[in-house]
């Protein structure tokens, strides 16, 4: 009798997740020696089940695995299992019940860990653990880009974009851009890809590695108003934090301990109300960009290249190793695949390099973009140019009070 394989998501989705789960069934549907091919429904927390909630992918119609690719989310579900010694002991049992020789996780910084974890528990029963990263964050160590993170990007300068042409032809105002991510910045100041045209927006962009005061950031927003027609985009990332280093906008702490991120953009809003006396209006990036189906082609591939390179490796005697991409070059655009220990990624969060931040730490500079334009080909579509006049006179600041 044949091995089996174990696929199981952990955390949030992306819209290029079961391209990677595409990448990994084909892969191990070519593997000698191996049967079943389990999906974990639900992730962690189908596998501590009474029942174990595994699902043979072997079943699904061709149709259906042809789609998976161009399926945003994930159809065998993910969860987000806090792990304990129980359910470690169960979820390893269920693995050596059901005669699994290959374990494929894919997920964030808490999945990793659970690769590292699965892995050595495991070892002594011959069974490999692979981990394919997965974040729309892109703030996962061990690779140059998580898949996901393209695809979401692109559709934050998108949406940027649009945000900037409207907010550019009414009377002044501010329109506030709250983006997640809440320990790096890297979706926000993707936001930056949709200045395709003098005067466009984002304006000033604000993410979790450099805090700001408030009085800083209010003098940075006045300063963008002065001489202009209309009003500027401002992107803010929902883990801000002020000068301090606490939350900019405190988190809500739920009952069980989560804590909740999130009314960021309401938050700046309101300051600019109140300090500046001018119109602040917030609006949200989450979801929307994180499961669009119009995923980036260039992501997508690279997210089934993930997907098979790890089931690969697992059948080739690799484990508790997470795979990834190390960048040649820029153009042309070059990367190619590593491995790194599971342990080494989890619990550590990439963020952007300060030296890609501008000296105010308001906005991103040439090195950012460097990074980001062979990733976005999937880049806000060129516009008829505003017939609105260009930014006049001299920079100063009219905080009422001061």
Not at 290 to 303: G, H, I, N, P, V
Not at 315 to 342: F, Q
Not at 354 to 359: H, L, R
Request: glycine letters at 12%; one cysteine or more.
């Amino acid at each position: 009798m044949g091995k089996n394989v174990l696929i199981c998501h952990g955390g949030g989705p992306t819209a290029v997740l079961n391209a990677s789960l595409y990448g990994a069934l084909r892969e191990a549907m070519m593997t000698p020696g191996v049967d079943h091919i389990y999906g974990a429904i639900g992730g962690t927390g189908g596998l501590v089940m009474d029942e174990p909630k595994l699902y043979d992918l072997r079943r699904l119609e061709k149709k259906q695995i042809d789609l998976l690719p161009y399926t945003p989310s994930t159809v065998i579900g993910s969860g987000r299992l806090l792990m304990n010694e129980e359910y470690f002991q169960r979820i390893c049992n269920v693995i050596r019940e059901n005669n699994i020789g290959y374990v494929i996780m894919n997920g964030g910084n808490g999945t990793m860990r659970m690769v590292a974890e699965l892995s050595r528990r495991l070892e002594g029963d011959g069974v490999r653990v692979m981990g394919i990263p997965k974040t729309v964050d892109n703030d996962l160590f061990g690779t140059d880009h998580t898949p996901g993170f393209a695809s979401c990007a692109s559709l934050a300068a998108i949406l940027t974009q649009g945000i900037s042409m409207d907010t550019r032809s009414g009377p002044l105002h501010v329109m506030v851009v709250e983006v997640m991510g809440r320990d790096a910045g890297w979706l926000t100041a993707s936001t930056a890809m949709a200045r395709n045209m003098p005067g466009a927006g984002p304006h000033l962009i604000y993410t979790p590695e450099n805090p700001v005061s408030v009085e800083k950031m209010m003098s940075d927003i006045d300063n963008k108003l002065c001489g202009r027609p209309g009003g500027i985009v401002v992107a803010v990332g929902e883990g801000i934090k002020n000068e301090k280093g606490e939350p900019f906008c405190p988190p809500i702490e739920t009952p069980n301990g989560d804590v909740l991120y999130g009314g960021m953009a309401n938050h700046v809003a309101s300051l600019i109300v109140q300090n500046l006396h001018i119109q602040g209006r917030p609006e949200r990036i989450g979801m929307m960009a994180r499961a669009d189906y119009r995923a980036s082609a260039l992501d997508r591939a690279e997210a089934i290249d993930m997907g098979r390179l790890a089931m690969l490796c697992a059948a080739k005697g690799h484990t508790g190793m997470v795979v990834g991409w190390d960048r040649v070059s820029n153009n042309p655009y070059k990367v190619e695949p590593i491995l790194t220990p599971a342990a080494s990624v989890a619990g550590r969060n990439k963020t952007i390099p300060a030296d890609w931040f501008n000296d105010e730490k308001n906005d991103v500079n040439e090195k950012f973009f460097d990074y980001m334009r062979p990733l976005m080909d999937m880049l806000p579509p060129q516009m008829a140019r505003p017939l609105t006049p260009e930014v006049v006179g001299e920079p100063e600041f009219i905080i009422p009070g001061r």
